[in-house]
């Protein structure tokens, strides 16, 4: 007895604890234990306040605990835009708008993309400490692999390998959360796990492929997302993954959180609980589904649940404790976001509190860091060496014709904010021109105009490209080429080739600049057309960046990450996520348009000398690959160093090649560097389905270093011992 009465004074005197503390309760402190002050909210908080907290705000008004909720932010803080990301019907509030993720793939600069997202979060807590707008819980990254061009998202991916998205996505990550050891700067959940790269039926459909595809491919830049970038948020996707619902997938709580150690928040898509009934006709009621996704993982609905979820309760499906423990990982979360903190423990809490601040989006740094990202996710496609018209050379120019309906906007996609200002191609162009050079407009060749000034003009731009929402309803995008959320693009020829075409005709000094959110298949235009340039949408700098690389006052470097294959017939039908059987430069066969990697400079370089700091590799060790480069040209440039792995005598299949190291380098003209990459043992590891664990090989590979995928010239053979 008297064991029992002293637990009791303990649990009575845990409140008075807290209060000559300052804190009304346990959970206010921040010195407790995380799972301590977890343990108390719950204890505290009802039934009815519970489920409440199964929404994508987990705030607790008796008990003072307001929670923070989600906002979109691919490539800026997205309040605002063509989706009305603010809210609908109200003022947006300006954002600075990077470009499309697919664009800041093509930066091939992991160092940039953790500083764009540092800027993205700290605009976030601006606007939600300073205007009240928005939330804290970060939509970002999409960690989903663009295996197929014709996906209708491909705009929202970094690309098309799994390590490099995986790298992309740990940046990413660590710029939105900041590097203070107790508190982020904001969270960063990524989406959408797993497998999601088919528009159409996508709300119904099945991704299938085998177990070492979805460790070894699918699964792998969220899993870097979680352990090396340290997110603990992830939407699941809208799919079947091998005919199971991904939001009800076993795979959520086996694998994310049992062995990765992912204990945030796992959230449903838009409206994806519906789904599950309606569309994936899983359950025979919704009461039953509740019970299945909460028991599953799920510990935020982003559509109504409420009434599920009681009737899930009151018929015995789902218990309190179900739904405790799922609700831990949402105040975690909240904890490291500071939600539950006094404001003077958290660095992140002061900021925007200052009236007389400056928004951090007028500001210049926030401006010149789009500049730069743009200027980055330029990718030269092709510089005819015969002509070598690009850049272009103001002295020998008079007249400059610009020509394309994508010329005089910046055209934003879905996912963007409003940007404070937007510089257009033409306006970019126009300004990199000055008062010396006559810059001429048409919008298309009605009534012969693009032909008559560009047979007027030294030299044509012409800026062609898709739609970023197609310019139609949800599920509509008239334009066959064209590609969104919810439709897959039906063809990957260009239909302003046309245009292309009796332009050049007009005046063979043509560049064309192909503005899209995906690969095309513009075959006539490489053979025929001098100069080709790749940019993506979105950008309030996309003017301004595009000029100074056409100019020359930037040297392009940047790189593809997706292969650009010549023909629609090159790809396998859309709905194979057996990515064996030819699809992504590891497996595809033919000659592509443009391989991944690809990208071309002003300058040029020499891949001299390759050394390892070892010829032999084992379990949990790193090789320091020495590469040493010369800026053989007459500019300063950038060259985007990439490492590629060949097994020579795997015993199991294997890709063609596979990308395992990379850097972006500056060097001058005339210059030779030595560059290190690091080659990690971990990343050639396989999945053993028998041991069901990843094993290391014991084999011969090849250490390829070149430019691109297809421009490899210095090899090393290593031996992996057991």
């Given at each position: 007895?008297?064991?029992?009465?002293?637990?009791?004074?303990?649990?009575?005197?845990?409140?008075?604890?807290?209060?000559?503390?300052?804190?009304?309760?346990?959970?206010?402190?921040?010195?407790?234990?995380?799972?301590?002050?977890?343990?108390?909210?719950?204890?505290?908080?009802?039934?009815?306040?519970?489920i409440?907290?199964?929404?994508?705000?987990?705030?607790?008004?008796?008990?003072?605990?307001?929670?923070?909720g989600?906002?979109?932010?691919?490539?800026?803080?997205?309040?605002?835009?063509?989706?009305?990301?603010?809210?609908?019907?109200?003022?947006?509030?300006?954002?600075t708008?990077?470009?499309?993720?697919?664009?800041?793939?093509?930066?091939?600069?992991?160092?940039?993309?953790?500083?764009?997202?540092?800027?993205?979060?700290?605009?976030?807590?601006?606007?939600?400490?300073?205007?009240?707008?928005?939330?804290?819980?970060?939509?970002?990254?999409?960690?989903?692999?663009?295996?197929?061009?014709?996906?209708?998202?491909?705009?929202?991916?970094?690309?098309?390998?799994?390590?490099?998205?995986g790298?992309?996505?740990?940046?990413?990550?660590?710029?939105?959360?900041g590097?203070?050891?107790?508190?982020?700067?904001?969270?960063?959940?990524?989406?959408?796990?797993?497998?999601?790269?088919?528009?159409?039926?996508?709300?119904?459909?099945?991704?299938?492929f085998?177990?070492?595809?979805?460790?070894?491919?699918?699964?792998?830049?969220f899993r870097?997302?979680?352990?090396?970038?340290?997110?603990?948020?992830?939407?699941?996707?809208?799919?079947k993954?091998?005919?199971?619902?991904?939001?009800?997938?076993?795979?959520?709580?086996?694998?994310?959180?049992?062995?990765?150690?992912?204990?945030?928040?796992?959230?449903?898509?838009?409206?994806?609980?519906?789904?599950?009934?309606?569309?994936?006709?899983?359950y025979?009621?919704?009461?039953?589904?509740?019970?299945?996704?909460?028991k599953?993982?799920i510990?935020?609905?982003?559509?109504?649940?409420?009434?599920?979820?009681?009737?899930?309760?009151?018929?015995?499906?789902?218990?309190?404790?179900?739904?405790?423990?799922?609700?831990?990982?949402?105040?975690?979360?909240?904890?490291?976001?500071?939600?539950?903190?006094?404001?003077?423990?958290?660095?992140?809490a002061?900021?925007?509190?200052?009236?007389?601040?400056?928004?951090?989006?007028?500001?210049?740094?926030?401006?010149?860091?789009?500049?730069?990202?743009?200027?980055?996710?330029?990718?030269?496609?092709?510089?005819?060496?015969?002509?070598?018209?690009?850049?272009?050379?103001?002295?020998?120019i008079?007249?400059?014709?610009?020509?394309?309906?994508?010329?005089?906007?910046?055209?934003?996609?879905?996912?963007?904010?409003?940007?404070?200002?937007?510089?257009?191609?033409?306006?970019?162009?126009?300004?990199?021109?000055?008062?010396?050079?006559?810059?001429?407009?048409?919008?298309?060749?009605?009534?012969?105009?693009?032909?008559k000034?560009?047979?007027?003009?030294?030299?044509?731009?012409v800026?062609?490209?898709?739609?970023?929402y197609?310019?139609?309803?949800?599920?509509?995008?008239?334009?066959?080429?064209?590609?969104?959320?919810?439709?897959?693009?039906?063809?990957?020829t260009?239909?302003?080739?046309?245009?292309?075409?009796?332009?050049?005709?007009?005046?063979?000094?043509?560049?064309?600049?192909?503005?899209?959110?995906?690969?095309?298949?513009?075959?006539?235009?490489?053979?025929?057309?001098?100069?080709?340039?790749?940019?993506?949408?979105?950008?309030q700098?996309?003017?301004?960046?595009?000029?100074?690389?056409?100019?020359?006052?930037?040297?392009?470097?940047?790189?593809?990450?997706?292969?650009?294959?010549?023909?629609?017939?090159?790809?396998p039908?859309?709905?194979?996520?057996?990515?064996?059987?030819?699809?992504?430069?590891?497996?595809?066969?033919?000659?592509?348009l443009?391989?991944?990697?690809?990208?071309?400079?002003?300058?040029?370089?020499?891949?001299?000398?390759?050394?390892?700091?070892?010829?032999?590799?084992?379990?949990?060790?790193?090789?320091?690959?020495?590469?040493?480069?010369?800026n053989?040209?007459?500019?300063?440039?950038?060259?985007?160093?990439?490492?590629?792995?060949?097994?020579?005598?795997?015993?199991?299949e294997?890709?063609?090649?596979?990308?395992?190291?990379f850097?972006?380098?500056?060097?001058?003209?005339?210059?030779?560097?030595?560059?290190?990459?690091?080659?990690r043992?971990?990343?050639?590891?396989?999945?053993?389905?028998?041991?069901?664990?990843?094993?290391?090989?014991?084999?011969?590979?090849?250490?390829?270093?070149?430019?691109?995928?297809?421009?490899?010239?210095?090899?090393?053979?290593?031996?992996?011992?057991?």
């Amino acid at each position: 007895m008297k064991k029992y009465c002293f637990y009791f004074l303990i649990l009575l005197t845990i409140p008075l604890v807290a209060q000559q503390k300052g804190y009304q309760y346990p959970f206010q402190n921040p010195n407790l234990d995380t799972e301590k002050r977890i343990d108390n909210l719950l204890s505290l908080m009802s039934l009815d306040e519970k489920i409440q907290a199964l929404s994508t705000n987990p705030s607790v008004l008796r008990l003072d605990v307001k929670g923070t909720g989600h906002v979109e932010g691919l490539h800026g803080l997205a309040l605002g835009g063509p989706a009305q990301w603010g809210g609908k019907g109200k003022e947006p509030l300006l954002t600075t708008t990077f470009p499309q993720a697919y664009g800041l793939g093509e930066t091939w600069d992991t160092e940039l993309l953790q500083k764009v997202a540092a800027v993205e979060a700290l605009e976030t807590r601006y606007a939600f400490q300073h205007y009240n707008r928005g939330g804290l819980v970060v939509r970002a990254p999409n960690a989903d692999l663009a295996r197929d061009p014709r996906w209708g998202r491909t705009e929202e991916s970094f690309g098309e390998d799994a390590f490099f998205n995986g790298m992309m996505t740990v940046a990413f990550v660590k710029g939105l959360q900041g590097n203070n050891k107790n508190y982020w700067q904001t969270a960063s959940l990524m989406k959408h796990f797993l497998a999601n790269s088919n528009e159409d039926g996508r709300t119904y459909t099945s991704s299938d492929f085998d177990e070492r595809l979805w460790r070894e491919y699918y699964s792998v830049p969220f899993r870097m997302g979680i352990i090396e970038g340290g997110s603990r948020a992830y939407m699941a996707a809208y799919n079947k993954v091998n005919g199971i619902p991904a939001m009800v997938h076993p795979m959520l709580k086996d694998i994310t959180v049992k062995e990765w150690g992912q204990n945030g928040i796992i959230c449903t898509d838009g409206g994806a609980f519906k789904l599950l009934l309606s569309d994936h006709k899983y359950y025979e009621d919704k009461f039953l589904g509740a019970a299945a996704t909460i028991k599953a993982g799920i510990n935020q609905f982003l559509d109504e649940f409420t009434e599920a979820v009681y009737g899930a309760i009151s018929n015995g499906y789902l218990s309190e404790n179900d739904i405790d423990e799922v609700l831990r990982g949402n105040y975690r979360v909240m904890i490291k976001l500071g939600m539950l903190d006094a404001s003077a423990n958290n660095p992140y809490a002061k900021i925007g509190l200052d009236t007389d601040t400056e928004d951090p989006w007028l500001t210049e740094s926030h401006k010149q860091l789009a500049l730069e990202a743009t200027r980055k996710s330029i990718v030269l496609l092709k510089n005819d060496p015969a002509k070598q018209l690009l850049p272009l050379n103001k002295n020998n120019i008079k007249k400059v014709a610009v020509i394309g309906q994508y010329a005089d906007d910046v055209y934003l996609d879905w996912y963007s904010g409003t940007p404070p200002y937007k510089v257009s191609p033409l306006q970019g162009i126009k300004a990199k021109a000055g008062e010396n050079i006559e810059v001429t407009y048409a919008k298309n060749n009605a009534d012969g105009k693009a032909v008559k000034i560009a047979s007027e003009a030294d030299v044509v731009i012409v800026v062609v490209g898709n739609h970023p929402y197609c310019d139609a309803g949800w599920a509509d995008c008239p334009v066959p080429s064209n590609g969104k959320e919810a439709v897959d693009r039906q063809a990957i020829t260009l239909e302003q080739e046309d245009l292309i075409k009796v332009v050049h005709q007009s005046n063979p000094n043509t560049v064309v600049v192909l503005q899209s959110s995906f690969p095309y298949a513009i075959n006539w235009t490489q053979t025929n057309v001098p100069a080709i340039v790749h940019i993506t949408h979105n950008s309030q700098e996309t003017g301004n960046g595009l000029a100074d690389v056409l100019f020359g006052d930037y040297n392009p470097a940047g790189r593809l990450t997706q292969t650009w294959v010549k023909d629609i017939t090159d790809l396998p039908d859309l709905m194979d996520y057996n990515i064996r059987n030819g699809r992504t430069y590891m497996y595809f066969q033919g000659t592509p348009l443009y391989a991944f990697g690809h990208g071309l400079s002003y300058t040029s370089f020499s891949y001299d000398k390759i050394d390892i700091s070892s010829e032999t590799f084992a379990k949990d060790e790193e090789i320091a690959v020495k590469v040493t480069v010369s800026n053989t040209g007459d500019r300063d440039g950038e060259e985007v160093i990439q490492l590629y792995v060949k097994h020579l005598n795997s015993k199991i299949e294997r890709p063609i090649q596979e990308l395992k190291a990379f850097k972006r380098v500056e060097i001058s003209k005339g210059e030779t560097k030595t560059v290190s990459l690091t080659l990690r043992a971990k990343d050639l590891e396989y999945w053993n389905t028998e041991k069901q664990r990843f094993e290391l090989e014991p084999e011969q590979i090849e250490i390829l270093v070149g430019g691109a995928s297809d421009a490899t010239v210095l090899k090393k053979q290593i031996s992996i011992k057991e």
